[in-house]
């Protein structure tokens, strides 16, 4: 098993990269704002199936990596600070554009589109991926036990992340569309902060040192 402590800032690091914008949430907003919150919950399951894919996929593929090849590591630790820079970025950048301006007069989806699209959304996502093959052997260690039982760990405690804030985006997209449209300070300011927690995310990483 992990250690709690380890285990705390890796919800942290969840936490912030499900926050940061992205395919799937752009996708979540968007069906919850014109088809209502019913339709959007209907897209998080597809969402969630599609991180249980990468879960699977990733974490076999970890478990025969990292015992093999113990360069990769490094190799997995340097990517990781690299998009957690390039997401940095991405959140300051001149004119990046408000997630939670959409099109409200796109098509209604029927609910097996909506759930395969979700899915399909999540599973071809390369932000989930390059989360999933860049932190998860920060936080997997021999010692812990099983590098596959302590690979499923993480990602069910990234799922239940995921699955919570992406809830409550779900409910509330209406409204905090509504807010951020009357409170522009606030978008430039929820920018900045994002772009400081995943720095300081990325220069954690980097300064970490390998198994």
Same mark, same amino acid.
Request: a positive charge; one cysteine or more; charged letters at 10%.
């Given at each position: 098993?992990?250690?709690?402590?380890?285990?705390?800032?890796?919800?942290?690091?969840?936490?912030?990269?499900?926050?940061?914008?992205?395919?799937?949430?752009?996708?979540?907003?968007?069906?919850?704002?014109?088809?209502?919150?019913?339709?959007?919950?209907?897209?998080?399951?597809?969402?969630?199936?599609?991180?249980?894919?990468?879960?699977?996929?990733?974490?076999?593929?970890?478990?025969?990596?990292?015992?093999?090849?113990?360069?990769?590591?490094?190799?997995?630790?340097?990517?990781?600070?690299?998009?957690?820079?390039?997401?940095?970025?991405?959140?300051?950048?001149?004119?990046?554009?408000?997630?939670?301006?959409?099109?409200?007069?796109?098509?209604?989806?029927? &609910?097996?589109?909506? !759930?395969? /699209?979700? +899915?399909?959304?999540?599973?071809?996502?390369? %932000? =989930? @991926?390059? #989360?999933?093959?860049?932190?998860?052997?920060?936080?997997?260690?021999?010692?812990?036990?099983?590098?596959?039982?302590?690979?499923?760990?993480?990602?069910?405690?990234? &799922?239940?992340?995921? !699955?919570? /804030?992406? +809830?409550?985006?779900?409910?509330?997209?209406? %409204? =905090? @569309?509504? #807010?951020?449209?009357?409170?522009?300070?606030?978008?430039?300011?929820?920018?900045?902060?994002?772009?400081?927690?995943?720095?300081?995310?990325?220069?954690?990483?980097?300064?970490?040192?390998?198994?």
């Amino acid at each position: 098993m992990i250690p709690l402590h380890e285990l705390l800032f890796f919800v942290l690091a969840a936490l912030v990269l499900v926050i940061s914008p992205g395919p799937n949430m752009i996708y979540l907003i968007s069906k919850s704002i014109t088809q209502g919150k019913k339709s959007g919950m209907i897209s998080l399951a597809g969402v969630v199936c599609g991180f249980m894919f990468h879960i699977i996929m990733v974490s076999f593929g970890l478990t025969a990596v990292l015992l093999a090849v113990p360069v990769a590591y490094t190799v997995l630790k340097t990517l990781g600070t690299v998009y957690l820079l390039y997401l940095a970025y991405q959140a300051v950048k001149p004119k990046s554009k408000n997630i939670f301006e959409v099109d409200k007069n796109s098509p209604h989806d029927g &609910v097996k589109k909506l !759930f395969t /699209v979700g +899915f399909l959304t999540s599973a071809l996502n390369p %932000k =989930v @991926a390059v #989360f999933y093959l860049s932190f998860f052997p920060q936080f997997i260690k021999p010692e812990y036990g099983s590098v596959l039982m302590q690979s499923f760990e993480l990602g069910i405690v990234q &799922v239940f992340v995921s !699955f919570s /804030v992406n +809830f409550i985006i779900v409910l509330t997209a209406a %409204k =905090v @569309a509504a #807010f951020f449209a009357d409170n522009p300070f606030w978008v430039k300011a929820q920018k900045w902060f994002m772009a400081g927690v995943l720095t300081y995310l990325a220069v954690k990483m980097a300064l970490s040192r390998a198994k």
